[in-house]
C-alpha cells in the first residue's frame, strides 16, 4: 500500500518512525490474555467489544457516542494525540474500532499492515509492562452520518445506478446461510480477497491489485459503495481500505446481513 503521513494502513518502519515524533496514543485491541503475555511499549488495551454494539434484537449498531468518548478518555487519548490501533493478523477488531472512530469525527488513525504478528515476525519487540495512564481530554463532537446507512436507505435505493452493494461474506458463508440470498444486485467482493499471504502473516495487496479487482466488479468511485456482511468488521476492513486508495463515498451496512436476512429479504 501507498504510504504517507496520514496513510491508514501503515508498515511497521513508519510506525516506528512516527511514534518517536508525534504525539499519540497506541491502543491494543486484543484479547486481555493476550495484552498481558506482551504487547507494544506503551500501548494501552481497550475491549474490543464497546465497539460491537448490538441493539435489542441482536443486530450491530453504532455505539453510544458517550460511550465510545468515555473509553478514549479512560485510555489516555488527549484530543490532538494520533491514534495507533493494534490487532491480532487481519486487523478486524481495530477495522471496526477504526471506522466507529471515523463516524464520530476522529480521522487521524493508523494500523500496522501485517499487524501485530509481522511486528513479531521482524523480531521487533513486546513488553509485558503495563503504562500508567492518566485521563485524557479528548471530546467528540460531531458524527458522520455518510459513511453509514441503514436498512431504510437501501430499500429506498436498491435500484439507483449510482449505487453498489458489496457483499463481503465468503461463498461458504453465503451458501451455508439457512436462508441464502444477498441484498439485490449485490457484487460478491470476500474481505479476505484484500490479502496477500505470507508463511507467519497476512500484508494488503499492491493499491493496483485491489483497484484492478474491484472496477473488474464494477465497483468504481464514481458510485456510492455499500458494504455489508454478517457482524460489520469485515465490512470495515474493506472500507478502510477502499478509503485509503482513494474511494470517496463509501457507506457500512452495520447491521449487515444478519437484519437484511429477517427485515429486508422480501424486496
Partial sequence: MNQNPKAIFIS???????????????????????YEEGHIANSVFIDSSIFSWKNIEGYNEIPPKKIVEQTLQQAGVNEHDYIYLIDDVFNLNCSLAAWTLHYYGISSISLIDGALQKWIYEGKKLTKETPEIN???????????????????????????????????????????????????????????????HPDFFVLKKEEEILY???QLDITKNKTVVLYCEN????????????????????????????????GGFV
Avoid at 17 to 32: A, G, P, S, V, Y
Avoid at 248 to 255: E, F, G, N
Fill in 135 to 197: 485521563p485524557g481530554n479528548i471530546k467528540i463532537k460531531n458524527s458522520n452520518e455518510e459513511i453509514f446507512i441503514t436498512r431504510d436507505e437501501i430499500m429506498l435505493n436498491i435500484y439507483n445506478e449510482n449505487y453498489v452493494f458489496v457483499d463481503n461474506r465468503s461463498e461458504f458463508s453465503r451458501t451455508m446461510d439457512s436462508q441464502g440470498g444477498s441484498i439485490p444486485g449485490s457484487k460478491f467482493y470476500w474481505w479476505m480477497d484484500l490479502f496477500e499471504e
Fill in 12 to 34: 511497521t518502519k513508519k510506525f516506528e518512525e512516527q511514534t518517536k515524533q508525534n504525539k499519540h496514543k497506541i491502543l491494543d485491541l486484543r484479547e486481555f490474555s493476550k
Fill in 232 to 263: 460489520a468488521a469485515q465490512s470495515a476492513l474493506v472500507y478502510l481500505v477502499l478509503k485509503s486508495i482513494g474511494y470517496k463515498h463509501v457507506r457500512v451496512y452495520l447491521a449487515g446481513y444478519n437484519e437484511w436476512r429477517l427485515c
Fill in 213 to 215: 479487482d474491484l472496477v
